[in-house]
């Protein structure tokens, strides 16, 4: 069976958050956990020092957060001050911080581990996993509490797997005689050495990987005190371990072979886009011709426009006029009918009558007037002659507008970005 060991100060949401710990939200709207399993979870933290399911949890308890904020305040109280007058007396007072900013930094936040056995597929007993993170927290304080502290650890029965989370804090004391999170220095005087004091300490040379390394074999050594063989081979990155060089250059091959695929269908994206800029610089240039083709341009435009005029605003004009004759004529059959007139009654309703039929030859007639005018309109020379005035007139004004056009085009074609022509090939690193 395998044990895992794993550490972290911060995500991409920042430093990690002791509520997922001791369950401090609404588990319900999480999808990993079950949150009828949660009542059965364990804590402990370093201020109740003691073991609590979480169904017991009651008003006197303290969650992971205020033991936090409250271990803080206590061992980092005169540090923070301290540095906080240094910097005003330096005239930087932009980097005085607050506790909660010292709390949360992902240089001075608690470290967070998780150590879990087996996995979904077989683990151990519930209990001998709590005896033996019992055992194994209690030996880290025994040995190494005067710069590590640890503040609380969460045993997670909620999830596929059951395993442990555990907070801890590096601290030393510094020159000013102040308490000061800082890992690297705690375990230099703690007696831990570089894995390789030959060469330069760095990311994968310093003290941290040698306290990691003794904390996973005292781990090892409590589970087979309590009867459970680990396997002591390590695994990088779920691989057998062969050499850990040979792991790193399986996964930089990996992560190539996924930017090479992401390369190519950025490449196809990009020929896409170079097919369609030719296309829609082809149309432009199309355009542009056909602008510059001004006289040509306005006769096709003036010739659009008379037939349009012949087809609607003949109609329209004559249905005006007769309206306006049908509107007269009844006005006047009101003033003709009206008691008010001298002459004999049947004099007069013989006026409206005919009148009457006046306004229905006029409603008739036109038909006939409209095409009687169309057909004068249509006549070649009749066209040819307005539709040359209206070139004439159109011309200054269009001149204009498509000088403005295409000096418009010009800016806007100086500021696009051109696509430049690309060779295909391999991706280099």
């Known amino acids: 069976m395998r044990a895992s060991r794993h550490n972290g100060r911060a995500g991409k949401n920042g430093s990690y958050n002791p509520k997922h710990n001791d369950r401090e939200f609404d588990v319900d709207k999480a999808e990993d956990i079950d949150s009828e399993k949660t009542q059965y979870n364990v804590y402990w933290n ?59 930094n992902n240089k001075t936040c608690p470290e967070e581990t998780i150590y879990q056995i087996g996995n979904i597929d077989g683990t151990v007993d519930v209990n001998v996993l709590m005896e033996i993170a019992f055992e194994f927290f209690n030996t880290i304080s025994e040995r190494y509490g005067e710069h590590i502290h640890v503040l609380n650890w969460a045993l997670h029965l909620d999830e596929s797997t059951p395993h442990i ?15 000061q999170p800082k890992q690297e220095q705690a375990l230099k005087e703690l007696g831990f050495e570089l894995p390789d004091p030959s060469k330069k300490e760095g990311k994968y040379n310093n003290r941290k990987i040698s306290y990691d390394a003794e904390c996973r074999k005292l781990f090892i050594e409590i589970c087979k005190k309590h009867g459970i063989e680990i396997e002591e081979e390590p695994v990088y990155g779920g691989k057998k371990y062969l050499e850990k060089q040979e792991y790193i250059i399986e996964k930089l091959n990996a992560d190539y072979k996924e930017l090479q695929e992401k390369f190519d269908t950025i490449d196809d994206l990009y020929t ?59 006005d006047y059959k009101k003033w ?94």
């Open 46 to 104: 370093c201020v109740d020092r003691e073991l609590v399911q979480h169904k017991d949890r009651d008003e006197n308890w303290h969650s992971f957060t205020e033991v936090e904020s409250a271990v803080y305040g206590l061992l980092y109280k005169d540090y923070l001050e301290g540095q906080n007058a240094r910097n005003i007396a330096a005239r930087h007072k932009e980097r005085c911080r607050s506790m909660d900013d010292l709390r949360t």
């Open 165 to 179: 989370h555990e907070r801890h804090v590096f601290d030393v004391i510094n020159k000013y005689g102040e308490r």
């Open 272 to 330: 896409e886009a170079l097919r369609e800029n030719e296309r829609l610089t082809a149309i432009n240039e199309k355009l542009e011709m056909k602008i510059d083709d001004v006289e040509g341009l306005l006769k096709e435009v003036s010739d659009i426009a008379y037939d349009k005029a012949c087809e609607t605003l003949i109609d329209e004009i004559a249905d005006k006029t007769r309206e306006e004759d049908i509107s007269q004529i009844e």
């Open 336 to 429: 003709l009918a009206s008691d008010e007139r001298n002459a004999p009654k049947e004099y007069r309703a013989f006026a409206v009558t005919q009148m009457s039929h006046l306004q229905t030859y006029i409603r008739d007639i036109k038909n006939k007037v409209v095409s009687a005018v169309k057909k004068v309109f249509s006549k070649p020379e009749k066209k040819a002659k307005f539709t040359q005035e209206i070139v004439e007139k159109a011309r200054p004004s269009t001149l204009e507008l498509l000088r403005q056009h295409k000096a418009r085009i010009a800016e806007e074609d100086a500021k696009r970005v051109k696509l430049p022509k690309k060779n295909r090939g391999e991706m280099s690193l």
